[in-house]
């Protein structure tokens, strides 16, 4: 099964920092990665899908990149409700369809 | 407007069983794959079940397989799982997630419901 290894599992910044989480998978993923944010009490919603590509209606500041094993979720200026826990999610679109979807651990990301 | 509402979440026995519901509206529920996915208090997400949009495919997370039945009733635009064997490690809010027509992201989600396993 394919391990995704999520880091950092907790992150502190200042409003207006770039902010970096990485995700890396223990085998070739190509680009199917996708980047969830989690607010306190309330669902996931998608940020970023296919590794690279902004949702629409999600902020500009907020991008994604890498392909492989090496993921990495950028917020170029944290603002305050970026407060929030993130995620990613690889997934497989290729038989064996064993287990097509997992979440990373999640990084918490709070305001200095 | 994409609308997912949980329900069926409440306190179960261990080793018991519950049914929990997802009732669909805002889209063409009958075109669409659907998940359940799970988060325990204070953790992170786990994806849990997947069903095709006609109900030919599914798929199970290891944690679950055997236990977990997820079904869809289209003419209804409801999805389900029925949950038996209950454990306390199976307490968790219940989300149920939309995969977007295009691509594997998922797109939409209910607001979630409570599991609570114990005696």
């Known amino acids: 099964d394919i391990q995704m290894t999520q880091s950092p599992s907790s992150l502190s910044a200042s409003v207006g920092d770039r902010v970096t989480i990485t995700c890396q998978a223990s085998?070739?993923?190509?680009?199917?990665l996708n980047w969830y944010q989690q607010k306190p009490g309330k669902a996931p919603k998608v940020l970023i899908y296919?590794?690279?590509n902004l949702e629409t209606g999600v902020p500009s500041r907020f991008s994604g990149s890498g392909s492989g094993t090496d993921f990495t979720f950028t917020i170029s200026s944290l603002q305050p409700e970026d407060i929030a826990t993130y995620y990613c999610q690889r997934y497989n679109n290729l038989p064996p369809y064993t287990s097509p979807y997992s979440f990373g651990q999640g990084t918490k990301l709070e305001i200095k | 407007e994409v609308q997912l509402v949980e329900s069926g979440g409440g306190l179960a026995q261990p080793g018991g069983s519950l049914r929990l519901s997802c009732a669909a509206s805002?889209?063409?529920?009958?075109?669409?794959?659907m998940n359940w996915v799970r988060q325990a208090p204070g953790k992170g997400l786990e994806w849990l079940s997947y069903?095709?949009?006609?109900?030919?495919?599914?798929y199970y997370a290891e944690s679950v397989k055997g236990r977990f039945t997820i079904s869809r009733d289209n003419a209804k635009n409801s999805l389900y799982l029925q949950m038996n064997s209950l454990r306390a490690e199976d307490t968790a809010v219940y989300y149920c997630a939309r995969k977007a027509y295009y691509g594997e992201k998922f797109d939409f989600w209910g607001q979630g419901t409570l599991v609570t396993v114990s005696s």
């Open positions: 296919d590794a690279s």
């Open positions: 085998q070739d993923i190509s680009n199917y």
């Open positions: 069903i095709s949009s006609s109900s030919s495919s599914i």
């Open positions: 805002g889209f063409t529920f009958s075109t669409y794959s």
